[in-house]
């Protein structure tokens, strides 16, 4: 096999499974069951995982490859987020199946736009190419407008969906001037190039703003305050499958970005980029926690935790480079692991309709059901931040690395910040674990949960508690996954 | 400075103001239409040909026409209807024209600051279709086909949104 | 002589001013050699048989939207085909390869004729079957 399909082999995986599920879907008589569909889509899931397995025992064996033009570089760093992507959509998937209740609601095109995105999601991650990051960008976040919106007819989706559309290319196009910027900089939107160019660069200036310009794009992509405001209302209208999705994956793509571009593209710039990422953390840390613990609304409440963890997350950026990469990847993948999981309970509990949202529909769901509870609550501890979760080890590998290179206060106000976040979570456990008020519980309709969901969950908890046990098999990964940038430089072909 | 830029950039800063502060809609696109033909005219004045020339294709052809169904499948006087006049001086209107100041006083400050790396003599060189040819289809193939991918991810979330589900059908 | 390459713009400028031209001395031409005699018939709505009543702004269908929104994509579409074509002769010589640049074309187009299909399948092209899928 040529190297430049090897190097593209999951998401070739991913793009074949894609079209065809979208090319059956209109076949497949109207009113039939668009189940097949979804059973094709979790094969194509599985096996990109698989591919990127392969791709790592190459590059075990013979090290970093660079393909097409050295536009795509496969290291163990766009490996690792590889997995991550394929282990979130294969578990959405998963968890999905069952989730439409009536035979059509466009559920062919949601497999197939699911697919796709993880496309977008997985070529951002292994890009060296801003160009290309930014292709990447624009099919996940199209992909990720359409899913918002897809309980279509309720004003919440509308909103939902229209919302993250404007803000979104908005904020896309923030990223998209930071790349010409860049490029006006330095002659080159290629990341090894990058860093050469500003080696030498007297007046820095204009590659400043363009740093700033792609800390706002991306910034926004991962929910970071100030440029926030958004998730909320997004993620409660979305459907909850979407928003586990959604608030995880591409997230994780978006993160890898910053990683790659911040530490290998512009080292130079280390001293300013460095300040603008503490405000944002800090930011992120307390307007996510101080805006969750007055909401009611169960799906903004963990919007508004999932903009305190993209806190917490670029906390990490303040590390080493080495400590960066590895605390920021393990602290994704226990993010994801556990995110995933609570909307996934959330989704079983209410199903498409959505009839419980607030906290006081929860009081005494433990009575009615008791499973879903646990898992639920386990998943709230892990969010704290308790000992034998994931969210513990990704916390203290963070906050290490912050207090190693001397960020002592970032360190204090991420410690403060998680002790405020107890509250809201508790509040949310003790709503259901408390005695039911008369009417609350009677309100639930009890949704079986069917086998493939099942196994969703179980993965999500075991690989949230796993990663809470035995978090070295995972550091053990991450900890050699610091991307190095190759010198090559794509030589122009001659004119003719 | 020729010429030429100043009459397409003028049409191109005169079309988009005019697009924010009329009250018809119909008349915002075409404003917004004509503005897209001006920055059509710098990109042609840059000699970039090819993107000249899409940007006619693509904004002023396909767009504009899209932005005028749009309106039409709204109930269009409803619209006009909902609309608040706008006043000059309002908390939105200056907040935005406070950032928008900042965010271009910098740049061009940034843009003032710029020394080149290596100092160039020649003019820029012409990016013609040939140029554009040539670098997709070496350089940039691999985005070449992934735009591929992402037109067709736009094609599914368009028929998503138009096509009605089972739910509001009934 | 060494001119600005803005020049070589100079043939289609005039091409345009002379579309313009023809078309409004056509209109000019009509008003001014033509006699004018205003009747309630000719002032009228034409051929229409009803009087115009009411505000032309109504709400159209949803598949003028379609129909506008496939415009655009295929014609992004198209839009990177054409620098493909003007090289074609010369792309064994740029990619090093007889015949990457035609296959890489062919994988493109697959994309859009996927796209295509789906459309077509979907209804959405179907304007007069109103019991078709695409229902709109």
Redesign the interface.
């Known amino acids: 096999m040529s190297t430049n399909l090897l190097a593209?082999l999951p998401e070739l995986v991913l793009?074949i499974t894609?079209?065809l599920v979208?090319?059956l879907?209109?076949?497949i008589p109207?009113g039939k069951s668009r189940k097949p569909l979804g059973w094709l889509a979790i094969l194509g899931s599985l096996l990109s995982g698989l591919a990127a397995f392969y791709q790592l025992q190459i590059v075990n064996a013979q090290g970093t490859l660079t393909?097409?033009?050295s536009?795509?570089q496969i290291d163990p760093f766009s490996i690792f987020f590889h997995l991550l992507i394929a282990a979130v959509v294969l578990v959405t998937l998963l968890g999905s199946l069952d989730y439409f209740e009536?035979?059509?609601?466009?559920a062919g095109?949601y497999f197939?736009?699911v697919l796709?995105?993880a496309?977008?999601m997985m070529?951002m991650t292994s890009s060296v190419?801003l160009?290309?990051v930014f292709?990447?960008l624009?099919?996940s976040s199209?992909?990720t407008?359409?899913l918002a919106?897809?309980r279509?007819?309720r004003a919440t989706a509308s909103e939902s969906s229209i919302k993250y559309f404007l803000l979104g290319s908005f904020a896309t196009a923030f990223f998209l001037y930071g790349v010409a910027?860049i490029y006006?900089?330095?002659?080159s939107t290629s990341i090894g190039p990058i860093a050469a160019?500003l080696a030498?660069?007297?007046?820095p200036?204009?590659a400043?703003?363009a740093v700033a310009m792609v800390l706002i794009g991306l910034g926004f992509k991962v929910s970071a305050a100030p440029f926030h405001v958004w998730t909320p209302d997004v993620y409660q209208g979305a459907p909850a499958p979407v928003v586990g999705l959604m608030s995880t994956a591409p997230k994780a793509a978006a993160f890898a970005v910053l990683l790659r571009f911040l530490f290998n593209g512009t080292p130079m710039l280390h001293g300013h980029w460095i300040l603008l990422i503490e405000i944002l953390a800090v930011a992120s840390m307390c307007l996510g926690n101080l805006g969750a613990l007055k909401q009611h609304d169960v799906k903004r409440l963990l919007a508004y935790s999932s903009i305190a963890h993209a806190g917490y997350l670029l906390v990490a950026f303040t590390g080493t480079h080495q400590n960066a990469v590895a605390g920021a990847c393990f602290y994704t993948a226990t993010y994801a692991a556990m995110n995933v999981g609570a909307f996934l309970v959330l989704s079983q509990l209410s199903g498409f309709s959505e009839r419980i949202r607030s906290i006081e529909d929860f009081t005494g769901l433990a009575l009615k059901r008791p499973g879903m509870s646990a898992l639920l609550g386990f998943f709230l501890l892990s969010l704290i931040g308790i000992p034998f979760t994931g969210g513990f080890f990704g916390k203290f590998y963070v906050f290490s690395g912050a207090l190693q290179n001397g960020h002592v206060w970032l360190g204090i106000v991420g410690l403060a910040n998680s002790g405020v976040a107890c509250f809201y979570y508790l509040r949310l456990l003790a709503a259901i674990y408390s005695r039911p008020t008369s009417d609350s519980v009677a309100y639930i309709p009890v949704r079986k949960v069917t086998a493939p969901a099942a196994v969703a969950l179980a993965a999500t908890a075991l690989a949230t508690l796993g990663l809470g046990i035995l978090p070295n098999k995972l550091v053990h990964l991450v900890e050699r996954a610091t991307p190095t940038t190759t010198a090559a430089v794509?030589v122009?072909?001659t004119?003719? | 400075m020729s010429l030429f830029f100043l009459i397409t950039a003028a049409i191109a800063i005169g079309g988009t103001l005019a697009a924010m502060t009329r009250r018809n809609p119909i008349h915002c696109i075409l404003s917004l239409a004509l503005g897209l033909v001006g920055v059509a005219g710098v990109y042609l004045a840059l000699g970039a040909q090819f993107v000249g020339f899409t940007q006619i294709l693509v904004y002023v052809g396909a767009v504009a026409i899209l932005a005028t169904f749009a309106l039409m499948m709204t109930q269009g006087h409803i619209v006009s209807a909902l609309i608040e006049p706008r006043r000059a001086f309002s908390r939105s209107s200056v907040s935005g024209f406070v950032t928008a100041a900042g965010v271009f006083s910098?740049?061009g400050?940034?843009?003032q600051?710029?020394?080149p790396?290596t100092p160039s003599t020649q003019q820029a060189p012409a990016a013609g279709a040939k140029e554009v040819g040539?670098a997709l289809m070496?350089?940039?193939?691999?985005?070449l086909e992934?735009?591929g991918?992402?037109l067709?991810?736009?094609l599914?979330?368009a028929?998503?949104?138009a096509?009605?589900?089972?739910?509001?059908r009934s | 002589m060494q001119t600005h390459y803005i020049w070589q713009y100079i043939p289609l400028v005039l091409q345009i001013l002379v579309a313009l031209a023809m078309a409004g001395g056509m209109v000019a031409a009509s008003f001014f050699i033509g006699k004018h005699k205003r009747t309630k018939v000719k002032l009228g709505a034409y051929e229409c048989g009803m009087d115009p009543v009411g505000d032309a702004r109504g709400r159209f269908s949803v598949k003028f939207y379609m129909v506008a929104m496939l415009f655009i994509l295929f014609d992004v579409e198209a839009v990177f085909i054409m620098p493909w074509a003007v090289i074609y002769r010369?792309l064994h010589?740029?990619t090093g390869q007889r015949l990457f640049g035609f296959w890489e074309m062919v994988v493109y187009l697959g994309?859009v004729a996927?796209g295509l299909?789906?459309v077509w399948?979907?209804?959405i092209l179907d304007w007069t079957n109103t019991s078709s899928?695409g229902d709109l």
């Open positions: 593209l793009t894609g079209v979208m090319v879907e209109p076949v109207a393909a097409f033009y536009t795509i009536s035979p059509i609601t466009h095109e197939a736009l796709f995105g496309v977008g070529f190419e160009l290309m292709i990447g624009e099919i199209i992909s407008y359409i919106g897809f279509k007819g910027l006006g900089a330095t002659g160019g030498i660069t007297r007046t200036t204009m400043i703003l794509a122009q072909p004119q003719q | 910098v740049l400050w940034a843009a600051s710029y020394r790396l040539v070496h350089t940039y193939v691999l985005p992934v735009i991918v992402l067709t991810a736009a599914i979330g028929v998503v949104i096509l009605p589900s089972e739910e509001e | 010369q010589t740029i994309f996927v299909f789906y399948k979907k209804g899928r």
